[in-house]
């Protein structure tokens, strides 16, 4: 390198200084704060599952944590029931919300505005206190739904306490409130499709069924690839509500990978562990996410 | 991803402290009492006070206040600095926190399960050195078992919340029942027939239950059941799992049996929590027998509910038999000599007998030294008072989380009726005895 490619070089940085630097000013202050407590931390998430961390430091204890978690039964149940809950809790979710939004489509734009408010309301409301309100609803002796059962003359459910259907209690908790989110965004989206393809469609003779197979749900495919993707996210963190509504039981019934994180954490001080098994969660999320990208990204435009 | 981010990053911000923390060696100072002078120098000393708020007015803060205030009038040398940390696990972080950056800290409220560990990483301060004859004396020996790890003791202990069994006095006369007392304590048997008689239907369709406990895991208060047939989880030296035996069994099975058997405890009996218990007790009204521990009594005894405080039954050992949780003192090991022996001393004042009579209302639960008597201030006290003398305790032992909740698991499955209790007890053997076998490596 001869000093003309070097003076060239320099050059071209400070030019690229002086056009940008203020640039570079204002974002400073968000990119300091995600370094300082995004970035680095993850790194050290990164670093501490190759960890054993007590009160004394730390030292290295290359793939152990994770050799541990392939031998923990409950590390495998907590995965289990983390799957069985994101499936249920994404596809309900994505059908539900669909329907909703196709429900209210032929209504006029103010109806159609306060049934997106309506719907959009619980996702503004603390998920303890909705979990809070399902413990009331599932109570054995005087709970909503036991008192429903009773008045056409079924046996009360134990909802929570029972292993067998503590899970699945807690799926329908959850798909019973229609996300908010994922209305919205379909409804826009059908907004959206312009209106001359079911001319042409109809021009054709398709039926209802047809438009919505052929014309609908292609052009949602954006849509419902973004929901899938954020829901199969929020499905694979469920935390607080089986945190509040069972804490993992009844004999670990309900335990979740993100309750054993905590547990490991908070509770057993075992940083490193708990890092190892954050660490799973993350790629498994990473691995869903880019399936789903996969198999469901488009470039339909419209 | 953002969630998954900030789970990460909580972690992960624990390590950092981790990280930041000093090197891996532990203090070395010697815990041995150094010889009095005769002008004690100047000593700060740091206090993690569990519940504490810094002018706070609830009960906990004001006495803690008092006792402070009390402690450093007598020790003009020392000065105290309170640190308030919550009971939640954000003030076990806090805790740990602090323990893992050797930041100020001296005196604080560690619990059961986290002492051994604190103990095997040498972050404690032995008592041994600091304790006179007297002391020795007056500690019931209970006491010391729970601090004691490796044959040293590590702890002050201040209190045990010695469960017991309140019963709703209205429904014990609505359905003619005997209550026992500590002259004349139930048989087994006995217990079951009462709490037969005391579940039932009234006119307006509120059903009533005999019996009930708090059962869901980290809160378990059917502790003192467990041992009536004169078994026990571990081997006194907390080296071997035996709740396998046929006596920890066969308690487990009477047990599981109220519900299974008897029908008379709640239909979420096993995996209800302790809110959800207090409320069928005192709320509802629904639940005539309640085991539990001594913190509830405060709230009972100001809404003036029908109570009485009798013992656990009596199974198959013959004799009384409660449990509970320890309220002990740590001090951290520290190089500086003036300052441990001023933690030790404060650590003392404040698991004595002196600072129940210095402050109205320290006394939560009953003291472990047989002088202080501060907390029988009336009958249903008295009898929890007394029934500290037939506790049975655990050895100390530093198990993992993960354990736990399979332990906890086991137990739940016995009572819903998902596995007998041999079964149960048989399957978790050798998942605990691999832990025990580790720990004593």
């Known amino acids: 390198m001869n000093t003309h490619s070097v003076r060239r070089g320099l050059h071209l940085i400070i030019n690229f200084w002086n056009k940008h630097k203020w640039s570079y000013f204002f974002i400073a202050p968000s990119m300091i704060l995600f370094f300082i407590f995004i970035a680095y931390p993850v790194a050290q998430a990164f670093l ?110 134990l909802w929570l306490q029972n292993p067998d259907i503590a899970l699945w209690s807690i799926v329908l908790s959850t798909i019973l409130i229609i996300p908010g989110s994922g209305v919205v ?74 309750q054993l994180i905590f547990q490991t954490a908070f509770s057993d001080f075992n940083y490193g562990r708990a890092s190892a098994q954050a660490l799973i969660l993350f790629a498994i999320i990473a691995a869903f996410s880019f399936v789903q990208f996969k198999f469901l990204s488009t470039d339909v435009e419209y | 991803m953002k969630r998954s981010f900030v789970l990460l990053t909580l972690v992960a911000l624990a390590g950092i402290v981790m990280a930041c923390a000093a090197p891996a060696a532990p203090t070395t100072a010697p815990t041995a009492a150094p010889k009095a002078t005769a002008a004690p120098q100047p000593v700060t000393i740091t206090f993690y006070q569990r519940g504490y708020t810094a002018g706070g007015t609830d009960a906990g803060t004001v006495n803690t206040d008092k006792a402070v205030e009390i402690f450093q009038k007598n020790n003009p040398h020392i000065k105290i600095n309170i640190v308030g940390i919550p009971w939640t696990a954000e003030g076990d972080t806090k805790l740990e926190a602090a323990l893992s950056a050797k930041s100020d800290i001296n005196v604080f409220r560690v619990t059961s399960p986290n002492l051994p560990r604190y103990a095997k990483q040498g ?64 048989t087994w048997d006995q217990f079951v027939d009462a709490c037969k008689k005391l579940t039932f239907k009234r006119a307006d ?10 059962s869901k895991w980290g809160a378990v208060e059917y502790y003192p059941l467990m041992y009536i047939d004169g078994g026990r989880i571990l081997s006194p030296d907390g080296k071997k799992f035996v709740q396998n035996s046929p006596e920890g069994v066969s308690a487990l099975q009477k047990i599981a049996d109220l519900a299974l058997v008897h029908k008379c405890t709640p239909p979420d009996f096993g995996t209800v929590d302790q809110a959800g218990v207090r409320a069928q007790f005192k709320d509802r009204k629904t639940v005539a027998i309640l085991m539990s521990t001594p913190g509830f009594i405060p709230d009972l005894e100001k809404e003036n509910f029908p109570l009485a405080v009798v013992p656990p039954p009596i199974g198959a050992m013959g004799k009384m038999v409660t449990n509970g949780a320890f309220g002990l003192f740590a001090v951290v090991n520290v190089s500086d000599q003036a300052k441990l022996k ?95 076998d580790a720990l004593n490596k």
């Open chain 2, 205 to 214: 369709g509120t059903q009533v239950y005999g019996f009930t406990s708090s």
């Open chain 2, 123 to 186: 972050i404690l301060s032995e008592i041994t050195p600091f304790l006179t004859e007297e002391d020795k004396k007056d500690f019931y020996p209970s006491g010391f078992q729970v601090a004691t790890i490796d044959g040293k003791v590590w702890a002050w202990p201040l209190w045990v919340t010695a469960i017991s069994n309140f019963i709703n006095t209205d429904i014990f006369k609505e359905r003619g029942v005997e209550p026992p007392s500590m002259a004349k304590p139930w």
């Open chain 2, 342 to 436: 001023a933690s030790h001393e404060f650590a003392k004042y404040l698991t004595g007998s002196q600072v129940a009579k210095d402050v109205q209302g320290w006394q939560l639960a009953p003291g472990l030294r047989r002088s202080n008597t501060g907390y029988s201030t009336n009958a249903n006290r008295e009898v929890i008072a007394k029934l500290v003398e037939y506790g049975v305790y655990e050895a100390p032992v530093a198990t993992s989380a993960e354990l736990g909740n399979n332990y906890g698991a086991a137990l739940q499955a016995i009572i819903l009726g998902k596995k007998t209790a041999k079964q149960a007890m048989d399957e978790i053997a050798p998942q605990y005895q691999k832990e025990l």
């Open chain 1, 185 to 258: 965004l379909y409804s826009a989206a059908m907004g959206a499709i312009p209106r001359e393809y079911y001319e042409a469609s109809d021009v054709e003779g398709a039926n209802a069924l047809q438009k919505l197979i052929h014309i609908t749900f292609p052009l949602l495919k954006p849509t419902t690839l973004y929901l899938t993707v954020i829901y199969t996210i929020a499905g694979f963190q469920i935390f607080e509500r089986v945190y509040i509504m069972t804490g993992g039981g009844p004999i670990n019934s309900t335990m979740t990978i993100v």
């Open chain 1, 48 to 157: 501490l599952a190759f960890q054993k961390v007590d009160l004394r430091g730390s030292t290295w204890v290359g793939l152990k944590n994770f050799q541990d978690l392939a031998n923990s039964q409950l590390f495998w149940e907590s995965l289990r029931h983390t799957f069985v809950y994101a499936v249920c809790v994404v596809i309900a979710w994505i059908i539900s919300s669909l329907v909703v939004a196709a429900l209210i489509q032929p209504l006029s734009n103010k109806i159609q505005s306060l049934y997106r408010g309506a719907f959009y309301l619980p996702n503004v409301t603390s998920i303890v206190i909705i979990a809070l309100v399902w413990i009331w609803i599932f109570e054995p002796d005087y709970g909503f739904f036991n008192f429903l059962l009773t008045l056409i003359g079924l046996p009360k459910v």
